[in-house]
């Protein structure tokens, strides 16, 4: 995207800690709207960390975090969600029990305001909205190629087709930013070019700004727009693809030292 | 041997329907009681993956209260069926307030922990509530204001099949307004979008999380419902008999109630109450005297050990799925 977009999201020394282990340190960076920003790093660099401090689930003990224009205090992650942050997980949170097309459905939760009584009686407006949500859920699971499964409770189905389902309940949210942690992780060639493409198509088509992160460089490079690289908590190098690729930190960091 | 077990009671039955019909409908109506106590136990455990040993103590606990009210308010001449039903408003009040407390001081701190930390915690609840509502209301059995809520008292006899059948009309009540309460539960939980977040809490948190569900809100929603499912099957239960902490044993038959029907159906707690309310009361009254009589207190345990041989997850549970 172009470089003088404007910024969605930016996060200022942050410092996390859990007691005296330091998971992140005074890291900086931005998100600038309708790009694509891949976090990286060695294993333990503080990267799920990072994105648990975006959307709520950490509260960093220094540092802030601005979105959309506002500086927030510490926030709650059904707050994140309701401010258009959606995520998706390292290791597949979905609802088991529940289908696929339910598993969706509770993404629309925060879009749905029609009054309980009604929705028990499936009654008029209440009616309605169930029908335009369950449309929009149809929509999203035509365009991510689930439609055989739509019935199936989720425990039951493969893990790339999870990985798929919890995409899905994370864009029915409709969400400005999405967060994936690790998309592809556990899949194979032909799942992982799947999945790229349902990233680039939601990037292009639908403007949603994303940050992922990802261990498959390849992945990261073919994809992403900026990335950040992390390494024990602090910030290493920060660019385009092409930049970072070269930076002697990020080579030292992902292949040791005298190499 | 065989013939007292296999043909005699059957031949009972023919005989004399008048009995059969009584039998079967004195089992329905404690059926329908005991499922409305495993709906308080459904409803938290599909909300949050977490069997509420504390039910059973919400049921006596809420009933004392409602009971403590209206002796206030009689002690300042204040009685009658507008002083029981401020009363009950009250009582529901005091249930919202706990659920609250427990969020707040219980759940809260715990979120994302093991189901088992959470399962001990609801015995932490279960010794806090006896102890306190013994402090304030005393270990005495009391009278349930039944007539004071409307409640029907006597009976009606009908003669049917050369007999006489007699219905309590506390009974028949007590029928209707569980059919009542199971019936808007379970459209709550199946149609509206709170019931799907619940389900979709008692799945993974921080998915619901995710999503935007706020856990605070949904755990005091669905203590509150249980709650109030609490103070219904107390002042039933406490109509038939009295309203004393002995009531607490009566909850736990909702155990067997549960095995059977599976511990997040809805209509699984339906079925299994009815299973082993008419089952037990059969049971006692045409095989009881085979051994001796007393069986209706086990029979329910017997026939819940029977399922989890070979139908753990119950007639309507969720199916466990494990991939490996």
Not at chain 2, 243 to 248: C, D, I, T, W
Request: charge should be neutral; proline fraction near 4%.
């Amino acid at each position: 995207m172009n470089a003088a977009s404007e910024t969605l999201l930016s996060v200022d020394g942050v410092s996390l800690s859990f007691g005296g282990v330091k998971a992140i340190t005074d890291v900086s960076f931005d998100i600038r709207k309708g790009e694509i920003r891949a976090i990286i790093g060695p294993n333990g660099a503080g990267k799920t960390s990072m994105l648990n401090v975006v959307n709520g689930f950490y509260h960093p003990q220094h540092g802030r975090i601005t979105y959309k224009g506002k500086t927030r205090p510490r926030m709650r992650p059904y707050q994140a969600a309701s401010q258009g942050i959606a995520r998706t997980f390292q290791n597949v949170a979905l609802f088991r029990g529940m289908t696929t097309l339910d598993n969706i459905m509770v993404g629309r939760t925060l879009k749905m305001h029609r009054g309980l009584f009604w929705q028990m009686l499936r009654y008029g407006p209440a009616m309605r909205e169930e029908i335009e949500h369950r449309r929009v859920v149809e929509d999203i699971i035509d365009f991510l190629q689930i439609e055989s499964i739509r019935k199936t409770p989720v425990g039951k189905l493969p893990y790339g087709l999870q990985k798929r389902v919890e995409l899905g309940r994370a864009l029915a949210m409709e969400p400005e930013l999405l967060l994936l942690d690790e998309p592809m992780a556990g899949m194979n060639i032909e799942e992982k070019e799947d999945m790229c493409r349902y990233i680039l198509d939601l990037n292009k088509h639908f403007g949603t700004t994303i940050a992922l992160i990802e261990h498959d460089m390849g992945v990261v490079m073919d994809l992403s727009d900026r990335v950040v690289v992390l390494e024990y908590g602090h910030k290493i190098a920060d660019g385009t693809p092409e930049v970072v690729k070269a930076d002697p930190k990020v080579i030292e960091a992902y292949l040791g030292v005298g190499h | 041997m065989l013939y007292n077990i296999f043909i005699d009671p059957f031949v009972q039955m023919a005989q004399m329907p008048d009995l059969l019909v009584q039998t079967l409908w004195e089992g329905l109506v404690s059926g329908v009681l005991y499922a409305l106590i495993a709906l308080g136990f459904v409803l938290i455990f599909k909300a949050s993956g977490v069997f509420n040993f504390a039910q059973g103590i919400m049921v006596v606990f809420s009933a004392l209260t409602l009971v403590g009210f209206y002796e206030k308010f009689s002690a300042y001449g204040f009685s009658g069926h507008t002083a029981a039903f401020v009363a009950l408003i009250l009582t529901a009040g005091v249930m919202f307030v706990l659920a609250m407390l427990i969020e707040r001081v219980v759940l809260r701190p715990l979120v994302n922990q093991p189901d088992i930390i959470l399962f001990m915690a609801t015995f932490g609840i279960t010794y806090m509530l006896i102890g306190f509502g013994e402090m304030v209301f005393g270990g005495d059995p009391k009278q349930m204001i039944a007539s004071e809520l409307f409640l029907p008292s006597g009976s009606v006899d009908v003669e049917m099949l050369g007999g006489m059948v007699s219905f309590q009309k506390i009974d028949i009540a007590a029928a209707v307004i569980a059919s009542v309460m199971i019936a808007g539960l379970a459209l709550f939980f199946q149609k509206t979008r709170i019931g799907r977040a619940l389900r979709a809490v008692a799945d993974s948190h921080k998915a619901a999380l995710s999503v935007g569900i706020s856990l605070n809100q949904i755990w005091v929603i669905v203590w509150f419902a249980a709650g109030l499912v609490a103070l219904v099957t107390g002042i039933m239960w406490g109509a038939r008999s009295d309203v004393s902490f002995a009531l607490e044993i009566v909850a736990l038959k909702a155990l067997p109630v549960l095995v059977l029907g599976g511990l997040t159906s809805v209509p699984g707690a339906i079925v299994g109450g009815l299973i082993i309310g008419i089952g037990e009361k059969l049971g006692e009254f045409y095989w009881g005297p085979l051994l001796g009589g007393g069986i209706e207190s086990w029979f329910a345990y017997a026939i819940a050990l029977l399922f989890l041989l070979y139908r753990p997850q119950g007639l309507f549970g969720d199916k466990i799925i494990e991939r490996i």
